[in-house]
């Protein structure tokens, strides 16, 4: 089965967390990712990573090399994925952005950087809207 942009994605977030690891690392082993995962604190088994990788390939979202040991990499980018949990989000708060940026920015404090890209984002925003 193979994914196009416009299907809706069902990720698990055991999915989305091997995504995220590819396209922050690039094309990995079951092994390299499986010692990703310990490197951040996460227990989690060899197979069960090898589990996730491989129902990915299955589902058109990795790509497996010919290489051994293959290397799995993501063949949807990160907008490709996100689209459709935005679409989820902004119907959840009404179409309004603003509940949804006050409850994420109240779960952790923001870091300097991406005060610095929020304050972008929205001076582009007002010139856009002037």
């Known amino acids: 089965m193979s994914v196009t942009k416009k299907e809706r994605l069902k990720?698990?977030?055991?999915?989305?967390?091997?995504?995220?690891?590819?396209w922050n690392s690039g094309?990995?082993?079951?092994?390299?990712?499986?010692?990703?995962?310990?490197?951040?604190?996460?227990?989690?088994?060899?197979?069960?990573v090898q589990t996730r990788?491989?129902?990915?390939v299955e589902k058109g979202i990795l790509r497996k090399n010919g290489e051994y040991p293959a290397k799995y990499e993501a063949v949807l980018q990160q907008s490709d994925v996100s689209g459709n949990y935005f679409d989820l989000l902004e119907t959840l708060c009404g179409g309004s952005l603003a509940p949804l940026?006050?409850?994420?920015?109240g779960k952790r404090a923001l870091k300097p950087k991406e005060?610095?890209?929020?304050?972008?984002?929205?001076?582009?925003?007002e010139e856009e809207v002037s």
């Open 101 to 105: 940026m006050i409850h994420l920015c």
């Open 115 to 125: 005060i610095e890209v929020l304050k972008e984002i929205l001076k582009q925003n």
């Open 53 to 56: 990788l491989n129902r990915l």
């Open 27 to 48: 094309p990995l082993s079951i092994a390299g990712a499986h010692q990703l995962f310990t490197q951040r604190g996460r227990k989690i088994g060899y197979p069960t």
């Open 11 to 22: 990720l698990s977030p055991g999915e989305l967390e091997i995504l995220e690891l590819l």
